[in-house]
C-alpha cells in the first residue's frame, strides 16, 4: 500500500509561488498515476493535475483552471511528487492532496479514481 505524505503550504499573495511535495512511501513509476487534487471550503473535491512516467517518458494533465499556471512533476530517485503553483489567485486557496492510482488508463483526475491519499496541505493565496 503506497503512503503519502503532503507538504509545502502556506500563505501567499496573489501573484506569488508555491511548491508542494509529496513523498511516496514507494516507488511509483510506471505503475501508478500521481495527481494532485484541492478543495476549497464548501466545496467539492478537484482534480488539478496528473502525471505518469513510464520507460520512454512521462505524460501530464491538467485542469484548466491551472493549465499554464501549474506544473506537475516527479522525482524517481526521492520517490517525489511536486506541484509547482505560480502566478497564485485567492480562488486557489484551498487544501490540497497528492493522491496516487494505478495508472491502467489515462488521463483520471476524479477523486474516485485514486486510491491512495496523502493528507492536506493548506494552501492560502490572498488579495
Not at 8 to 25: F, I, K, M, N
Not at 86 to 114: F, G
Request: with cysteine; aromatic share 14%; hydrophobic share 30%.
Amino acid at each position: 500500500q503506497v503512503q503519502l505524505v503532503a507538504s509545502g503550504g502556506g500563505s501567499v499573495q496573489a501573484g506569488g509561488s508555491l511548491r508542494l511535495s509529496c513523498a511516496a512511501s514507494e516507488y511509483t513509476s510506471s505503475t501508478f498515476c500521481m495527481g494532485w487534487f484541492r478543495q476549497a471550503p464548501g466545496k467539492e473535491r478537484e482534480g488539478v493535475a496528473t502525471i505518469y512516467i513510464y520507460t520512454r517518458g512521462s505524460k501530464t494533465y491538467y485542469a484548466d483552471s491551472v493549465k499554464g499556471r501549474f506544473t506537475i512533476s516527479q522525482d524517481n530517485a526521492k520517490n517525489t511528487l511536486y506541484l509547482q503553483m505560480n502566478s497564485l489567485k485567492p480562488e486557489d486557496t484551498a487544501m490540497y492532496y497528492c493522491a496516487a492510482r494505478l495508472c491502467s488508463y489515462w488521463p483520471a483526475l476524479r477523486p474516485a479514481e485514486y486510491n491512495y491519499w496523502g493528507q492536506g496541505t493548506q494552501v492560502t493565496v490572498s488579495s
